[in-house]
């Protein structure tokens, strides 16, 4: 794990830095998503979340779902063409700052079936060029991560 201005970074995710979305290739195949901790830190409390309904094939760029906070309403995009094959909406009905809180845990988004996983992971970044384009990110818009408490 990695941390840069209170941001948690994992070193072993997949990242669309410019979406701020994160990505973990599971063993069965599926990649969860979800958004990183400097995208929850600028949304700030999440009020509202729906996600698309399993069995949704999606391309890169299509809503999953939606997130509303009181700062900011809008789409989470995926960064992967596939299936969902589950969404986390039961957790976000039991605490719905579940992201806020632990969003490369418990705060997961999104579980897809990868379709064209070898021509698409390309656009996503991991490791040392990760943290990079994240540690510019963060101090271009001056990001100072926090986790919501209640």
């Not at 701020?20 to 901790?37: K, P």
């Not at 509202?48 to 906070?69: W, Y």
């Not at 700062?71 to 719905?96: H, Q, T, Y």
């Given at each position: 794990?990695?941390?840069?201005?209170?941001?948690?970074?994992?070193?072993?995710?997949?990242?669309?830095?410019?979406?701020?979305?994160?990505?973990?290739?599971?063993?069965?195949?599926?990649?969860?998503?979800?958004?990183?901790?400097?995208?929850?830190?600028?949304?700030?409390?999440v009020?509202?979340?729906?996600?698309?309904?399993?069995?949704r094939?999606?391309?890169?760029?299509?809503?999953?779902?939606?997130?509303?906070?009181?700062?900011?309403?809008?789409?989470?995009?995926?960064?992967?063409?596939?299936?969902?094959?589950?969404?986390?909406?039961?957790?976000?009905?039991?605490?719905?700052?579940?992201?806020?809180?632990?969003?490369?845990?418990?705060?997961?988004?999104?579980?897809?079936?990868?379709?064209?996983?070898?021509?698409?992971?390309?656009?996503l970044?991991?490791?040392?060029?990760?943290?990079?384009?994240?540690?510019?990110?963060?101090?271009?818009?001056?990001?100072?991560?926090?986790?919501?408490?209640?």
């Amino acid at each position: 794990m990695a941390l840069y201005r209170g941001c948690d970074l994992p070193e072993d995710l997949w990242y669309d830095v410019d979406r701020d979305v994160w990505a973990r290739f599971e063993e069965d195949g599926t990649a969860t998503l979800g958004m990183t901790d400097p995208a929850q830190t600028r949304c700030g409390p999440v009020v509202s979340v729906r996600l698309k309904a399993v069995g949704r094939r999606v391309p890169p760029g299509q809503s999953l779902g939606t997130i509303e906070s009181a700062k900011w309403v809008g789409p989470f995009p995926a960064v992967l063409s596939g299936v969902i094959v589950a969404n986390n909406e039961a957790a976000f009905r039991r605490d719905i700052l579940v992201a806020n809180r632990d969003p490369y845990g418990e705060g997961w988004l999104v579980r897809l079936r990868p379709e064209r996983l070898p021509e698409e992971r390309g656009a996503l970044v991991t490791g040392a060029e990760a943290l990079a384009r994240y540690r510019a990110r963060i101090d271009a818009n001056a990001i100072t991560c926090m986790r919501c408490e209640g």
